[in-house]
Each structure stands twice: as structure tokens, then as C-alpha cells.
């Protein structure tokens, strides 16, 4: 509760929340760029050895996706 009277109490915490939301929500999005990188050779070497897994499941994903 006292969170939530501090950020309205005035208006520079209600800005300075906001730059942290904004910050949070990039940082959420680069990590999972990243990790999706990291694996991007995994589905290529999985369509290759387990070809049903590409029929089952629609196929690997792709740079597109």
C-alpha cells in the first residue's frame, strides 16, 4: 500500500516508475531474443535427425517466426 501512494503521491515517481516499467519490458524482450538465438541451431539439427518431430509438430520454426 505505501508503494502504491509513493508512486502517486506526486508526479516524478509516477515518471520514474514509468521508465522502469519500460526498461523491464525491453530487458524481457532481449532476453528472449537471446535465448531464442542460442537455440535456433537446435531446431535445424532436430528437423534433420527427427523427421517426424518436424511432421508432428508443424515444422521447425523459422527466421520469420
Request: hydrophobic fraction near 35%.
Amino acid at each position: 500500500m505505501n508503494a502504491v501512494r509513493y508512486v502517486h503521491a506526486s508526479h516524478s515517481p509516477m515518471d520514474r516508475f514509468k521508465i522502469c516499467i519500460k526498461k523491464a519490458r525491453w530487458n524481457s524482450t532481449y532476453i528472449m531474443l537471446e535465448s531464442a538465438l542460442k537455440i535456433q541451431k537446435t531446431f535445424k539439427r532436430l528437423s534433420k535427425k527427427y523427421s517426424e518431430y518436424v511432421m508432428v509438430n508443424g515444422g521447425v520454426p523459422n527466421n520469420e517466426d
